[in-house]
């Protein structure tokens, strides 16, 4: 698990703020209460949390296909309908990137994928990570969650400014939250869920239009 959630994790999620930014630049998020508020939000009923709830039969889908009883097709179908949760064209092109970059990383460290497949994003490979490592539910979950959370709470100590002890005491406030959630989410059927980020998404979507910009997403 703190392979997974590590910063030195070389899958390139500290270039994307996931529309952070933009909300940052417009002035909605100005410091460390909006920011948590932002965060709980998408907690609760943003993509991230459908992203969650995927990562069970995610798992189930790759130790299917590892075990030889089925093919790469429901994975694959599954990693499919959720990258198009993802409106913006950044933030799919994010999950791609990582997924990969993920990907190859666990070949370069022995574990190689089950046979071809097509291109798979972040969510995808993020159960693959934890098939490999062993890590059940809700463990999976809850390093989901917090690997998510660290990277905007990274972002913003860039963006809002926020202060490092502020960042680090707001990862910790949280962390009660995400183990709740983490469990929850296990036991959820994915497609039973909805994205209620809507605020989320319209920033994701804008952010390519921001003049200057750090982040990638």
Known sequence: MFQLVSPALPVGAFSYSEGLELLVQR?????????????VAELQRGAV?????ALAPLATAWRQWQQ?????????????????Q??????????RQMGQS????????????P???????????????AVCLELDSPAMEEAY????????????????PLG???????????APLMAERAIHLAAADPHQLWNGGVGAGLAQLQHAELYSRLFRS
Do not use: K
């Open 86 to 95: 993802r409106e913006a064209p950044e933030l799919r092109a994010q999950q």
């Open 115 to 129: 046979g071809p497949v097509a291109p798979l994003a972040w969510p995808a490979a993020f159960a693959w990570a």
């Open 102 to 113: 993920l990907l190859q990383l666990l070949a370069d460290l022995g574990w190689p994928l």
């Open 49 to 53: 949390a459908i992203e969650t709830a």
């Open 164 to 174: 490092p002890t502020q960042g680090q005491r707001l990862q910790l406030a949280l």
């Open 68 to 84: 030889g009883v089925a093919d790469a097709r429901a994975l694959e179908s599954l990693d499919g309908w959720l990258l198009v």
């Open 27 to 39: 002035g909605a998020i100005t410091g460390v209460e909006a920011l948590e508020t932002w965060l």
């Open 145 to 160: 969650l917090y690997g998510w959370v660290a990277n905007q709470i990274s972002a913003a100590v860039r963006l809002v």
